[in-house]
Nanobody
Framework: QVQLVESGGGSVQAGGSLRLSCAAS????????MGWFRQAPGKEREFVAT???????YVADSVKGRFTMSRDNAKNTVYLQMNSLKPEDTAVYYC?????????????????WGQGTQVTVSS
């Protein structure tokens, strides 16, 4: 079993930055593909970014050039650096882990989810 705990959310003005962290329990973290998803009120959960075991990343077009995902296997932690934030980035952000080393943009492919952290961007 893997437990994921997100942190780093908050309220910022448009153009600002935040860094989300996701700390994972378990000794097999380094073998997992990881992802970030978000869900705004009244909308479906959507893919934001993903990273493979080896560190290959892929981000959604809506955040490309603004968001960067990384991982530190020694700390069992993944990060989402968010720059140039926009009001439309407002959502609850979720960290997810999958029992497979590759990355995925599909929520169904993930086996474990965190509780989420709120990000609010004001104009």
């Amino acid at each position: 079993q893997v437990q994921l705990v997100e942190s780093g959310g908050g309220s910022v003005q448009a153009g600002g930055s935040l860094r989300l962290s996701c700390a994972a329990s378990g000794r097999t973290f380094s073998t997992y593909g990881m992802g970030w998803f978000r869900q705004a009120p009244g909308k479906e959960r959507e893919f934001v970014a993903t990273i493979s075991r080896s560190g290959t990343t892929y981000v959604a077009d809506s955040v490309k050039g603004r968001f960067t995902m990384s991982r530190d296997n020694a700390k069992n932690t993944v990060y989402l650096q968010m720059n140039s934030l926009k009001p439309e980035d407002t959502a609850v952000y979720y960290c997810a882990a999958r029992r497979f080393e590759g990355w995925s943009t599909v929520p169904y492919d993930y086996n474990y989810w965190g509780q989420g952290t709120q990000v609010t961007v004001s104009s």
